[in-house]
C-alpha cells in the first residue's frame, strides 16, 4: 500500500526559508510522478511543483519558479520541496501526491493524481 508522510512544514517570515519532505512508501516509483500540490484555506488545491521519478525531469507553477526546488533522493524514497523566498501568499496546507506517469497538461490537475499525504501546514508571515 503507497504512504506517503510530509513534513518540515512551519511558521516562518517572509523572505525566509521551509524544506518539505515527502517519504514515500508501499513500492517502487520508477516511472511514477511525484508532485506538491497546496491548498489555502477557501481555495482549490492548485499545483507548485512536480518531478518524474525516473528521468528527473522538474516543471513549476509559475507562481513559484525561481523560489521553489523540488528534488528526489531515489535511494531514500523521499522527495524535497525546498522553498526559498516565501511570501505571504505561500501560505497553505501543502500535499505530497504519487501517479504513474501523467502526461502533459495533466500533470498540474490534482484529480489525475491516486495517492496523497495528509499535509503539512506552512504558514509565512509578513
Known amino acids: 500500500q503507497v504512504q506517503l508522510v510530509e513534513s518540515g512544514g512551519g511558521l516562518v517570515q517572509a523572505g525566509g526559508s521551509l524544506r518539505l519532505s515527502c517519504a514515500a512508501s508501499?513500492?517502487?516509483?520508477?516511472?511514477?510522478?511525484m508532485g506538491w500540490f497546496r491548498q489555502a484555506p477557501g481555495n482549490e488545491r492548485e499545483f507548485v511543483a512536480a518531478i518524474r521519478w525516473s528521468e528527473g525531469n522538474t516543471y513549476y507553477a509559475n507562481s513559484v519558479k525561481g523560489r521553489f526546488t523540488i528534488s528526489r533522493d531515489n535511494a531514500k524514497n523521499m522527495v524535497y520541496l525546498q522553498m526559498n523566498s516565501l511570501k505571504p501568499e505561500d501560505t497553505a496546507v501543502y500535499y505530497c501526491?504519487?501517479?504513474?506517469?501523467?502526461?502533459?497538461?495533466?500533470?498540474?490537475?490534482?484529480?489525475?493524481?491516486?495517492?496523497w499525504g495528509q499535509g503539512t501546514q506552512v504558514t509565512v508571515s509578513s
Open positions: 501526491a504519487a501517479d504513474q506517469n501523467p502526461s502533459g497538461a495533466f500533470l498540474i490537475m490534482p484529480r489525475v493524481y491516486d495517492y
Open positions: 508501499g513500492r517502487t516509483f520508477s516511472g511514477y510522478v
